[in-house]
């Protein structure tokens, strides 16, 4: 079998047999087709597509390319979570231990943040002694005591996936729709949940930007996940605006801690984090969205949920009295109020401009290598469909590494938009795809 007869088929809009492409991805990641052909049959994906059966086929090939985890010893009650990426998006830290405190078994796999969008991990690494690189051993002990486990992946799950995407960057191929769907169900399959709820975002602050991409995404995902024997729902959700009242690492860990404590919390957070534990029970536990949301919410209402999130955190060595006393959290050295600049109401909120607002101030990375000040951030006061007063404050913006803030106090104004009148509530969930 030659790489080029292969290149020719696909540039030509032909379907690749599954031998053709299990060669490719084996062949890539040993090192024996170079980034020139690999990038040659991208671009011929990226332009011609590829037909379901060539998307499970490379998934799979993906998937398989390093270690698979074995999950096999919670039966079928195994369910994982992947968000597409966005601006304050904690959800993970409230959907896991909701879900978890159910009698699910919750083995998730994060990565860190890049740009304007969060990352799981990089939020629990400002809880003090939190543990995020556990072996196998240790994530498999830690979820059989209490349901769950949250930590980075290992090196060699799909790394087939990590360098393919590193060449999808530089080829303007990252677009691709099964190219996106491979990626991201790959690493889904390797975590080896047998059931799979994906938060696809659109909006200003995502990935897919128009509800259409996003629709295309997550029925892909959804008929990729079902050819593979997994049991997938995707939920359609709002990132036109920032989730939640925070963003920022120590901020979003004390918002979602909050709302687990069922102490104050924005009210769109905690819907769409229902929404989405109620259709991972759902799955999981093969009953109705009605029903799952009964016991998810009575498993807030009754703290069942945080009690969950407390032990989790102690079973990977985080501190907890920063939990229990949020006050203890470190505290950014320099804050600053945002004031509105006219009166009337916050008609629309760029969710990218905020991101990179904070990225500005220390919270992200415009880099890999880049440093995170865990306790940078911002806190919105006043979000979209909220009444202002000239001078009044409407957030506050905090680092403890940039004492100049003025050049992220020009990016949030910027991405901010002032009416006179009220605007329009948005849905925060589009469609859910099953």
Known sequence: MRIYDILDKKRN???????????????????????????????????????????ATLTKAMAESGDMLDLSAFGGNTVDKHSTGGVGDKTTLIVAPI??????????????????????????????????????????????KCGMTVCGAGANIAPADKKLYALRDVTATVQSIPLIVSSIMSKKLAGGAKNIVLDVKTGSGAFMKTLESARSLAKGMVEIGSLSGKNVSSVITNMDKPLGFCIGNSLEVAEAVSLLKNEKCDNDLR????????????????????????????????????KTFREWITLQHGDVSVLDDLDKFASATFKTNLLSPCDGYIASSDAAGVGIAAMMLGAGRSAKEDDID????????????????KGSVIAILQSSTVADQASAQAKMLESLTFSASKPDPQPLVYEIIR
């Open 99 to 144: 879900v978890a405190s159910l009698g699910c078994n919750v083995v998730k796999l994060s990565g860190r943040g890049l740009g304007h969008t969060g990352g799981t991990l990089d939020k629990l690494e400002s809880v003090k002694g939190m543990r995020i690189d556990l072996a196998p051993d240790e994530f498999m002990t830690v979820a059989r």
């Open 271 to 306: 819907d769409i984090c229902i929404t989405l534990s109620s259709e991972m029970v759902a799955l999981s536990k093969g009953i109705s969205v009605s029903d799952a949301k009964a016991r998810v919410e009575k498993t807030l209402e009754n703290g069942n949920a945080y």
């Open 13 to 55: 809009g032909n379907e690749l047999s599954d031998e053709e492409i299990r060669f490719f991805v084996s062949e890539y990641v040993n090192g024996s087709i170079p980034d020139y052909q690999a990038s040659a049959l991208l671009m011929a994906v990226c332009i011609n597509g590829m037909t379901s059966s060539e998307t």
């Open 374 to 389: 865990y306790t940078a951030g911002i806190i919105q006061l006043k979000r979209v469909g909220d009444k202002v007063e």
